[in-house]
Nanobody, 128 residues
Framework: QVRLVESGGGSVQAGGSLRLSCAASGAIKSNLCMLWFRQNGGLEPEGVAS????????HYADSVKDRFAISQDIPKKMLYLEMNNLKVNDTAIYYC?????????????????????WGQGTQVTVSS
């Protein structure tokens, strides 16, 4: 069983930065698609950024390109999301998720229930 625990959320003003972390533990496979989702209220979860652990290849939502950066530290089993120039509409609960997959599968954001493992989420609030 894989366990994911997010941290690093908080409240910032628009234009500010935050760095989210996701600590993974348990039976970690090498070919994981790991990603960050976010959900604001009753809206559908939105894929933000993904990374394929074997190659480090990444994929971003258009809304966060050039502002967010996903990265990993494989020995430490950590996933990160560096968020810069935050906007009010980035406000959401951010979740870390994972699923073993081939790389091509990881290049498209899937429905939430297609990912095997989820963390509990961390709140990000951006004020104007």
């Amino acid at each position: 069983q894989v366990r994911l625990v997010e941290s690093g959320g908080g409240s910032v003003q628009a234009g500010g930065s935050l760095r989210l972390s996701c600590a993974a533990s348990g039976a970690i496979k090498s070919n994981l698609c790991m990603l960050w989702f976010r959900q604001n209220g009753g809206l559908e979860p939105e894929g933000v950024a993904s990374i394929y652990t074997l190659t480090g290849g990444s994929h971003y939502a258009d809304s966060v390109k050039d502002r967010f950066a996903i990265s990993q530290d494989i020995p430490k089993k950590m996933l990160y999301l560096e968020m810069n120039n935050l906007k009010v509409n980035d406000t959401a609960i951010y979740y870390c998720a994972a699923r073993p997959s081939p790389q091509w599968w990881c290049q498209t954001f899937r429905r939430r229930n297609e990912y095997d493992h989820w963390g509990q989420g961390t709140q990000v609030t951006v004020s104007s």
